[in-house]
């Protein structure tokens, strides 16, 4: 499977409209994988459910290559998993 990034910077103003807009920014990057950040995650991870934009920011997200934070409810390590898999790569922590 082939993933081709077709943002259009321009075409939707999605940011205004995200539930997270009025959320602390630090709850969407937590710092590390393990301990309180991974209470964050889910925490920025429920906001991110209660979206409408969600899948807008998860496609900014993949095409613009963010390596950190929350977006789109998936964290950086799920977002690695999603391009892997789009390029038909594994990895041995993919089974988590």
Same mark, same amino acid.
């Given at each position: 499977?082939?993933?081709?990034?077709?943002?259009?910077?321009?075409?939707?103003?999605?940011?205004?409209?995200?539930?997270?807009?009025? +959320?602390?920014? &630090?709850?969407?990057?937590?710092? $590390? %994988? #393990?301990? *309180?950040?991974?209470?964050?995650?889910?925490?920025?991870?429920?906001?991110?459910?209660?979206?409408?934009?969600?899948?807008?920011?998860?496609?900014?997200?993949?095409? +613009?290559?963010? &390596?950190?934070?929350?977006?789109? $409810? %998936? #964290?950086? *390590?799920?977002?690695?998993?999603?391009?892997?898999?789009?390029?038909?790569?594994?990895?041995?922590?993919?089974?988590?």
């Amino acid at each position: 499977m082939t993933w081709t990034p077709n943002w259009d910077w321009n075409a939707k103003d999605w940011r205004r409209r995200g539930a997270c807009r009025d +959320s602390d920014p &630090d709850l969407f990057f937590p710092i $590390g %994988a #393990t301990g *309180d950040a991974i209470g964050h995650a889910e925490a920025a991870k429920a906001v991110c459910r209660q979206c409408s934009v969600r899948v807008d920011c998860l496609e900014f997200a993949m095409t +613009s290559n963010q &390596d950190s934070g929350v977006w789109g $409810g %998936a #964290t950086e *390590d799920e977002r690695r998993r999603m391009r892997r898999s789009w390029r038909g790569e594994t990895s041995s922590t993919d089974s988590r």
